[in-house]
């Protein structure tokens, strides 16, 4: 049907009234849309707009099957008050039937009845002629003439749930039963002839449908067409991708011959890891595993790239912990980790580790925020704090610093499989995540001294912090606390040298009268190729070593620890960090 100008006379599209929020997931609200119509004359046929340099195209006819049914019945409303015919599907034509929208079922178009569970509905030549017939085409047209077909002029479609499906436990049955099969061959029909079809995918691109409506007189842009075609694309492969990610799940093969990988883009951030560099935040769409890009964002200004990667990095390492733990993290190292009575107790010894670099830092606790831990966290400047929980009154107390970001997770993330990714040149590098532990039982004591229980204790905190500290790495801790860390160095002695060196001048910026690294244990995320740097830790005051082992020079390396009388265990465990 045409658009009627006195019609649109009277409409008013209340902008304030438009309004979308995000659900977390994929869904969206559309909070409520207010239009007044004053008048009302019968509409009649006239051709579309395809003259004006936008691109115009009146919306007469519309396909309307969607799972998410959040405003189908507001926006159908807003539809049919302008003329539109809406054409529906089975859930959708029922909602929408009984809140007074004048709707024809997709099987009396058709003339063909829902098959097979409803599995065949929408998989007919009259609803994908409709789609995908070239207006202004004659041979187009006259086959539609011939058979029957109309043109649908838009199509409003949301996919079966498959991903929350999944993400709720469902058995392998009811998952397969969700993989939409009409709703993406419709979609993709739609958004292959976006020259004259609008489709729409997402709950949250109804207020800018209407908007757009409300400004071009009942018709959709050429440049809204494209765009929502780009999205409509998109979304099909995000689901595509996990559908097939799901069933290389229930196979043997740990890793598939394709690799799918799919996200939603959650920010666009100012910038990446350098001002000259772009930059977004995309959050996985398959099964997720709460931390950073899952948390709930309570306060502060934009996260950056950086922060977002260096929040990860703290988040993981305190979730490795049963008992109170606090880890700050610098530029993707930890210059502060620690176990403690309460979240107070554990922050104040992990910052007591290097307040120098603590500065600026991201700070993850493992427990629920409390005022006393903020109280202590707000006295030191401070990018991020992550938790999985917070009281009202340490929120009261961070808001002090407004730019300051809060995220809570709602909680610590299951000891699951998964797999990380890293993108290089042309290809992507992709392993499990480094869930790797060990536990007391599974060290291999290798020197003649065996440990005492503190320095196992030590030993077994160290080693944990020590595999999120880039290699080569080194750590050394004492009275589950870090007092010192080297990382990143090409050389494992220099990374040695470099804890040692930290700790003593942290040491003596806090007038301690010994440097902290005596008595204290250390880490090695790799085994010590040369006894060089064995004696640097030695010398440094450590007592005991955790190390994988496995150097063609063990037995010089061990040797070098019965010299100075220390204990050394074997992992046989490695945590590389790149």
């Known amino acids: 049907m045409a658009f009627v100008p006195s019609l649109w006379t009277g409409l008013r599209v209340d902008a304030e009234s438009i309004m979308v929020s995000r659900r977390r997931g994929n869904a969206s609200n559309l909070k409520g849309i207010r239009c007044r119509m004053e008048s009302a004359e019968p509409a009649v046929e006239t051709e579309e707009v395809n003259s004006d340099p936008k691109g115009l195209v009146r919306i007469k006819r519309v396909l309307v099957s969607v799972s998410d049914k959040t405003s189908i019945v507001n926006l159908c409303q807003f539809l049919t008050g302008i003329g539109v015919e809406v054409i529906s599907t089975g859930g959708s034509a029922k909602i929408l039937m009984e809140n007074g929208v004048a709707v024809t079922e997709v099987s009396d178009y058709t003339q063909f009845p829902e098959l097979l569970d409803g599995r065949l509905k929408t998989l007919n030549p009259k609803i994908h002629g409709g789609l995908l017939g070239i207006r202004g085409n004659e041979e187009h047209l006259q086959a539609m003439a011939e058979h029957g077909i109309l043109p649908i002029d838009a199509c409003v479609v949301n996919l079966y749930p498959f991903e929350e499906t999944v993400n709720s436990g469902e ?79 229930q196979g043997e093969e740990h890793f598939p011959e394709r690799l799918v990988i799919s996200g939603i883009l959650k920010q666009r951030l100012r910038y990446g890891e350098n001002p000259h560099q772009r930059a977004a935040f995309y959050v996985s769409d398959g099964p997720k595993r709460l931390g950073a890009a899952t948390s709930e964002i309570i306060q502060g200004k934009e996260l950056s790239y950086n922060n977002i990667a260096d929040t990860d990095a703290a988040w993981e390492l305190v979730c490795e912990f049963n ?60 990018e991020v704090v992550i938790a999985p929980d917070s009281t009202a009154e340490a929120l009261q107390v961070l808001s002090q610093k407004k730019n300051l970001r809060v995220l809570l997770t709602g909680g610590i993330p299951a000891d699951e499989p998964g797999w990380t990714v890293k993108s290089v040149a042309s290809g992507y590098l992709v392993q499990d995540r480094d869930a790797g532990s060990v536990t007391e039982a599974q060290l291999q004591i290798v020197t003649k001294r065996a440990p005492t229980a503190q320095e196992i204790t030590d030993m077994l905190f160290a080693w944990k912090v020590c595999k999120y500290v880039k290699s080569n790495a080194i750590v050394f801790a004492k009275d589950g606390s870090t007092v010192g860390q080297g990382a990143g160095q090409m050389s494992r002695v220099d990374s040695a040298r470099i804890a040692a060196l930290k700790a003593k001048e942290t040491s003596e910026a806090a007038q301690e009268e010994e440097v902290r690294t005596k008595g204290s244990v250390a880490a090695s995320d790799a085994f ?51």
């Open 171 to 249: 058995d392998f049955g009811t998952c397969v039963e969700n993989i939409d099969v009409g709703g993406p061959a419709m979609i993709r029909a739609a958004a292959k002839n976006f020259k004259s079809v609008t489709v729409v995918t997402e709950v949250d691109q109804y207020a800018e449908l209407l908007t757009e409506l409300a400004e071009n007189d009942g018709c959709t842009t050429l440049a809204l067409r494209e765009k929502y075609a780009g999205a409509a694309y998109a979304r099909t492969a995000v689901y595509d991708a996990n559908i097939a990610s799901w069933f290389s799940m």
């Open 323 to 382: 008992e109170p733990a606090v880890a700050i993290i610098k530029h993707a190292n930890p210059c502060g980790a620690a176990v403690g009575v309460n979240p107070m107790d554990a922050y104040i010894r992990a910052l007591a580790c290097d307040p120098i670099s603590a500065f600026g830092g991201i700070v993850a606790f493992n427990r629920t925020l409390d005022k006393d831990a903020a109280e202590e966290v707000i006295k030191t400047f401070t």
């Open 528 to 578: 010590f190729p040369f006894p060089d740097g064995v004696e640097v830790c030695a010398d440094a005051g450590a007592t005991a070593i955790i190390q994988p082992g496995g150097s063609k020079r063990d037995e010089e390396v061990i040797a070098a620890a019965d010299a100075r009388g220390m204990t050394m265990v074997f992992t046989e465990m490695r945590h590389f960090r790149h």
